[in-house]
């Protein structure tokens, strides 16, 4: 009986040791797992940060770059209509939208449509580029004369021309487009139309006095690309707005 006792005794005693073996085992493997846990989250919100942080400076420099408002302007055509952007409110103002062909020399110019626009409710970046652009600082809200047109080369010879010059209104204001126009894209920067070449354009310039009823619009000359002799002088063009 005793020597049945004493093995019952030394059977227990072999299991708890191995239960306890197996306990601390399991404890040392849970704590090695959890730490490579928490270094493996800490990793992968290092590389998370990592990540997220160019897409939101990417934001950021895509809010610096506002969109100029002419790219929207096109779908306005009733006075009074207005568009809300993230940056900017534009609203039309006055319309011309009488589509009107002009010939100078071998060139002739298509003027699609001139429109008087108020932006308003501008963000500081926008505002910013605005004054940069129409190189003077601008209110909380302002209006300008937006012109689009076309020329074309309808010769098969090389010339030269000096584009739309100024534009003078009924309200005694004149201005140098060339100088002052905010919307300054690759056609303005050709004046060479070498053989039958033609260009799309779209002029923006700020009005201290926006209240016009009629407006001028000046081209310059036409010129042989070679000879720089005169082909055509200045053109002139007249719009009313009601």
């Known amino acids: ?100 062909t002009l010939t100078q020399g071998p060139l002739e110019i298509t003027i699609d449509s001139a429109k008087v626009l108020k932006i308003s409710d501008m963000s500081d970046g926008f505002k910013e580029e605005t004054s940069m652009y129409a190189q003077q600082e601008i209110g909380d809200e302002y209006q300008y004369l937006q012109l689009v047109y076309s020329v074309e080369n309808t010769e098969d010879k090389d010339i030269m021309w000096n584009g739309l010059k100024d534009i003078v209104t009924d309200q005694k204001e004149q201005v140098s487009v060339q100088m002052n126009d905010m919307l300054v894209d690759d056609s303005d920067m050709e004046s060479d139309f070498l053989g039958k070449v033609k260009r799309d354009y779209l002029d923006g310039v700020i009005l201290e006095n926006p209240d016009i009823s009629n407006l001028r619009i000046i081209f310059g000359n036409v010129m042989n690309a070679d000879s720089y002799e005169t082909i055509s002088e200045e053109v002139e063009h007249e719009m009313t707005f009601e």
């Not at 005793?2 to 019952?8: A, F, H, P, Q």
């Not at 227990?12 to 493996?40: H, K, P, R, V, Y």
């Open 1 to 100: 009986m005793k020597k049945y006792v004493m093995i019952l005794i030394a059977s227990f005693a072999i299991i708890l040791s191995a239960c306890g073996g197996n306990g601390e085992e399991s404890e040392t493997s849970g704590d090695g797992t959890e730490d490579n846990q928490a270094e493996e989250t800490e990793q992968n919100e290092e590389t998370t940060s990592e990540e997220t942080e160019p897409a939101e400076d990417e934001e950021s420099e895509q809010d610096m770059e506002e969109e100029s408002p002419s790219e929207e302007d096109g779908t306005l055509t009733e006075v009074g209509e207005s568009i809300e952007e993230t940056n900017y409110t534009v609203e039309l103002m006055k319309i011309n939208d009488e589509t009107t």
